[in-house]
Structure formats: C-alpha cells, structure tokens
C-alpha cells in the first residue's frame, strides 16, 4: 500500500523524536544499576585441594599459579606473549599532535609456519621528558583511522568502521571516544601512549579468526579470540618495556569491553604489569558470570563462539561456576591499581556483579596490606584506592569523561612522588 506525503511525514517526525528521546536516555539517565549481589567465595579459601590462602607468598607462589592455568583451561585459552625476533622503528612524525609528540610505528614479527607476520603499534610519546609511564590500549578501526591517516590500513575492519556512516553512527551510539581516544591529553598529562589493532592478527569475526595467522605459529595452542588479543598487550608489552624511554614499572593496560576483558586477563596473567582500566568488561571481564543478571556464560558464548576455545564452550563447562568466578581474575591483579568504569544503563555488563566481584578480590590485596576497593557502594568512586569504581551516567561505550577518570586515576597510582599527585580525587 502506498503511502501518500501526509502519512508519511508525521511518521517521519514519531520516528526522529524517538530517536531523539531514546538518544538523550543512552546519554543522560541515572539508572541504578541495581542491588549488589552476594559476594562469591573468598579467593583466599580452600580451592579444589589447594588449602587455604594467608600470606601473600602463599598467594604468590602456590595459588596465583593454579588460578592462572585454570583461566587458561577452562576460559579463555593460551594466551602467552608472542615473541618477536626483533623489533623495528620508523618515524611517521617527529612533531605529532601539534608538535607535542613523537609518533612511531612499531613493527614486531611473528613467527609462523613459512614465515613471519608483522603486528604493527604506533608510540606516541611526549616531546619533553624521559622514563614516562605508557598507557597501552587497542583501538577499533585500524591505525590509520583511529590513530593517524599516514599509519598503515589493515587487511580487514569491522563493518562498522568501513563508512564514514558508519564510524558517525558508532560514535553517536558508543559514545564520543569510542573511535578517539584522547591522545593530545595523554600526551599533555605525560604519558606515551601505545596503540595496537587486532584485525590483521586476531580478527574479530567468527570465520576469519578460525583462519587467522595467530594460529600458524608453531607453539599454537588453541585459544579464543580474548586470549588472542591478551597476547597481543603481552607481545607489544614486552617490546615497550625494554625501551629506555618508558618507565617500565608503570605500564598501564586500557581496554573497553571485549578489550576491557582481554586487558583484565593479560594483566592477570602478567604481574609485571603495572595498572589496569577496564571500561565495561562485563561478563568474562570484571563481572561475576554465575550473579550476573546482564549477560550469561552461555549468552556471549553463543554470540561469540570464537572469542572461547572450542572446549570452553561445551555444555558442561560451566560447572565449577560458583567457585571459580571473575572474582578470582580480579584477584590475580593484587595488589595493582585496577579502575573498573561503568555505565548506570549498561545492564547487560551488571556493574552491581563486578562491584560484588572487587569486593571480594579486595582480600588478596589485604594480603598485600593493601585496601583493595575502599568505597562502600557504586556511586562514591575513591580513584586513590587500589581498586576504584565508578558508574557514569548513560549506556554502553567510551566517552571523553570516562577517559578523564582513567587518567586521573594514573596521575595518582603512578605519581613519582606525594607532591605530585593530585590534592583530590575527583568524584564522579
Ligand atoms: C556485547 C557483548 C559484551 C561486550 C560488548 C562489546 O555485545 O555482549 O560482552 O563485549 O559487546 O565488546 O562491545
């Protein structure tokens, strides 16, 4: 039936009004999130023969150990760092972002069977100053959309991010830095900053990471898509730490979502690492699978096959959930400085399940004479604590305001003296 302009244009005007009140809803509300679940058991009991934990060497040697090979079986799947023979540096531009820095790109080569891929990292670093503390963090669209038009394309992207609409149309949806993260801030506050994109090696797509070259390598074991991605922080970790110019004690790991999750798990697979952001992890990332009232183990499993290995997946796999929860990979980042960001809207993440989780994990940092998470409900963020949470106001995705936060919080936890933290944290 066809419709004529008079039906049309009222219709019209329903469906941008909408849109316009759905927008300012993801934007603004003050949902709660919700009443804060149970606690799960405390990292530090008897866990299945091992007994119980009360010292921070017996965390250290015996436990952290047995919980980082279950992470590996039982999850996500090997997720070592992938050595490179050698690593080379080119100079895109001596005078970047308005002569404030330095922008490099990085080339690490993989080896795989007949030969060697190259897994690319641009570094930012500022133009005064040495030893400076890096922030690490993985973008969505490629080097040379996200980071610099003269950095190189990658060999695939996610629909999204082939358009200019489409790149439009995230922004408005996930927030303004969901594809601009704010470097010429970073920068300005003393941090380099290194930039990695997943798609050549590790795809996130369920039929090109089954073909991906990350599974040529001769010392493959069968990992998912996290865990590959989590190799991907290790890798360029490992390059970035041996480079005079950065700190190597202060290295921070920043990941939204997927990557909030791959971050969480490298940086507990590695303690060397020095911080960890993770905006919106949600399940398998910061939040309790078994009290999650967002999304299941078994939801994202069948969303995204490819982000498990095939085993993790099975039926069964979930059996041990209530003990062996993302409590546990909370814990394995004590005594570190951890900042879960959060989204009042973003109920399928169930901040109230990743707030009960660092709760719980605070008892390893205990361990460390540390207080671990300090505040005593969602809203009352305490960014000088080890572990500090905050929810914002809005939906799912990054905004400038969530980057604010991380970056106060680094000022304080990698200030190299009192004086030079700043007076106040900021509340949200
Ligand atoms: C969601 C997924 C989450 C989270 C998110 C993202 O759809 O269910 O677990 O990873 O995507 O990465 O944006």
Request: hydrophobic share 45%.
């Amino acid at each position: 039936m066809r419709r004529g302009r008079g039906g049309f244009y009222p219709l019209a005007w329903v469906a941008v009004a909408l849109v316009a009140v759905a927008w300012c809803v993801q934007f603004t509300a003050r949902a709660s999130p919700g009443s804060i679940p149970n606690a799960p058991t405390s990292p530090l009991a008897a866990f299945e023969g091992d007994s119980p934990v009360a010292s921070s060497s017996e965390w250290t040697l015996r436990r952290a150990p047995l919980l980082r090979r279950a992470f590996i079986e039982r999850i996500y799947g090997a997720a070592a760092p992938i050595a490179s023979a050698s690593v080379e540096h080119r100079t895109i531009d001596a005078s970047a972002l308005e002569r404030t820095a330095q922008l490099e790109l990085l080339t690490l080569y993989f080896d795989v069977q007949g030969g060697a891929i190259p897994f690319q990292v641009a570094l930012l670093t500022p133009k005064t100053g040495t030893r400076f503390p890096l922030v690490m963090l993985p973008v969505f669209c490629g080097l040379d959309r996200d980071v610099d038009a003269r950095l190189p394309s990658p060999s695939w992207r996610p629909m999204r991010c082939r358009t200019s609409l489409g790149r439009a149309f995230t922004q408005l949806s996930h927030g303004d830095a969901i594809l601009h993260p704010p470097f010429r801030a970073m920068i300005a506050r003393g941090y380099a900053v290194a930039v990695f994109y997943a798609g050549d090696i590790a795809p996130d797509d369920p039929v090109l990471f089954g073909e991906a070259a990350i599974h040529q390598r001769a010392d493959t074991q069968e990992s998912g898509a996290i865990a590959a991605w989590a190799s991907l922080y290790l890798s360029a970790f490992e390059a970035l730490r041996a480079d005079p110019r950065i700190a190597s004690s202060q290295i921070a790991f920043w990941g939204h979502s997927r990557y909030g999750k791959a971050a969480l798990l490298a940086a507990g697979l590695d303690p060397r690492v020095g911080a960890v952001i993770a905006n919106q992890s949600g399940t398998f990332g910061a939040t309790l699978s078994n009290a999650t009232r967002g999304e299941s183990a078994t939801q994202i499993m069948r969303r995204f096959p490819h982000w498990f290995p095939r085993r993790s997946t099975t039926p069964d796999h979930r059996e041990d959930a209530a003990e062996f929860d993302q409590h546990l990979l909370l814990a394995l980042l004590a005594p570190r400085p951890v900042l879960l960001g959060n989204a009042a809207l973003d109920r399928w993440s169930d901040p109230a399940a990743s707030f009960a989780a660092a709760r719980s994990a605070s008892a390893v940092y205990a361990l460390f004479h540390r207080a671990g998470l300090a505040q005593s409900d969602m809203r009352s963020p305490q960014l000088a604590a080890d572990i500090a949470f905050y929810v914002r106001p809005g939906g799912h995705g990054v905004r400038s305001s969530d980057w604010d936060r991380a970056l106060d919080f680094l000022d304080i936890h990698f200030a190299p003296s009192p004086a030079a933290a700043p007076a106040a944290p900021r509340g949200v």
